[in-house]
Antibody
Framework: EVQLVESGGGLVQPGRSLKLSCLAS????????MNWIRQAPGKGLEWVAS????????YYADTVKGRFTISRDNAKNTLYLQMTSLRSEDTALYYC??????????WGQGASVTVSS | DIQLTQSPSSMSASLGDRVSLTCQSS??????LSWYQHKPGKPPKPMIY???NLADGVPSRFSGSRSGSDYSLTISSLESEDTAIYYC?????????FGGGTKLELK
């Protein structure tokens, strides 16, 4: 069974950093691109970042470019999102999702990030 | 960036109704559009990919279509479990963008 489990969320002060992890199981992690998507409270879905299977290609939303870093460790079956210079508008539920070519076919349950003083 | 405009933003319909949700793209994206169903407390679920293809496990009452830059998700006969927010997503080019969503409720 394909599973994605996010961790690392929590309450953080503005300007500080936080690192999310997404542990994958049930499939060959190194064969798939991966994504981070977030949903702020009361808002819609927002794509955050994508990384190819070998980390050769990485893309970011303009809202996080220069502050967030997506990475992966295929030996550990884990996807990461390093978030720095956090702002209140980064408060959201962060999902990791597997890229199955034309569709994000598997999603985690999400990690909650709250940026507040 | 490519903008996706979903309409309506919300709607209510009765059980058994035929329902169509629309997503309009600000520029050409070919068929690189997918639809996701999102219910409270759960992660989004893929429904349609490449504009017209049904994702695994999705009931056949759901279908996707395209007319130019307009994309539609249709439910042929609404069931209670279909109440959710539906989002379209374009993956033709980065940055990927979601539409604002359509909230579908039962009348």
């Amino acid at each position: 069974e394909v599973q994605l489990v996010e961790s690392g969320g929590g309450l953080v002060q503005p300007g500080r950093s936080l690192k999310l992890s997404c542990l994958a199981s049930g499939f060959t992690f190194s064969n798939y691109g991966m994504n981070w998507i977030r949903q702020a409270p009361g808002k819609g879905l927002e794509w955050v970042a994508s990384i190819s299977s070998s980390s050769s290609y990485i893309y970011y939303a303009d809202t996080v470019k220069g502050r967030f870093t997506i990475s992966r460790d295929n030996a550990k079956n884990t996807l990461y999102l390093q978030m720095t210079s956090l702002r209140s508008e980064d408060t959201a539920l962060y999902y990791c999702a597997r890229d199955y070519g034309n569709v994000m076919d598997a999603w985690g349950q999400g990690a909650s990030v709250t940026v507040s003083s | 960036d490519i903008q996706l405009t979903q309409s309506p933003s919300s709607m209510s319909a009765s059980l058994g109704d035929r329902v169509s949700l629309t997503c309009q793209s600000s520029q050409g994206i070919g068929n690189y559009l997918s639809w996701y169903q999102h219910k409270p407390g759960k992660p989004p679920k893929p429904m349609i990919y490449y504009a017209t293809n049904l994702a695994d496990g999705v009931p056949s009452r759901f279908s996707g279509s395209r007319s130019g830059s307009d994309y539609s998700l249709t439910i042929s006969s609404l069931e209670s479990e279909d109440t959710a927010i539906y989002y379209c997503l374009q993956y033709d080019e980065y940055p990927w963008t979601f539409g604002g969503g359509t909230k579908l409720e039962l009348k």
